[in-house]
């Protein structure tokens, strides 16, 4: 919703056209369709209802599009992180949306705090 740090982000990278929106993620609409990726890097944790949520998303995946999902891997929700999605809990949630794999790619501490944060790659 920054518009301003989103113009920092460059419009392609490494051959990857890249675009931004200002929106809020969360309020249900989801304008985008037939994307190659999405990378989520801690917002999911900011949505209630995920699995509504994550279906929108993977519905405006290609056939062959990839998710990544950057997130604290915690149970206990605190100001910063309202509805935590521990490991455990988004494999879960992603069978229920049937994706075709899922795959964590590497964990490590948050510069913020001593929580453990994950990288994990989902493919539709």
Known sequence: MDAKALQKIPKEYNGVRLETSVMDFSSGVFPFH????????????YVRDKEPFLGR????????????LVDYDMNKANHWVPYPLPIAAA????????????EVLNKRRSVFGDRMMYAMLVKK
């Open 91 to 102: 494999e879960e949630l992603f069978l229920k949306c049937n994706v075709q794999s899922f």
């Open 57 to 68: 998303l993977m519905n405006a995946l290609k056939e062959d599009g990839c998710f990544l």
């Open 34 to 45: 037939q994307l190659d990726g999405i990378l989520m890097a801690n917002s999911l944790h």
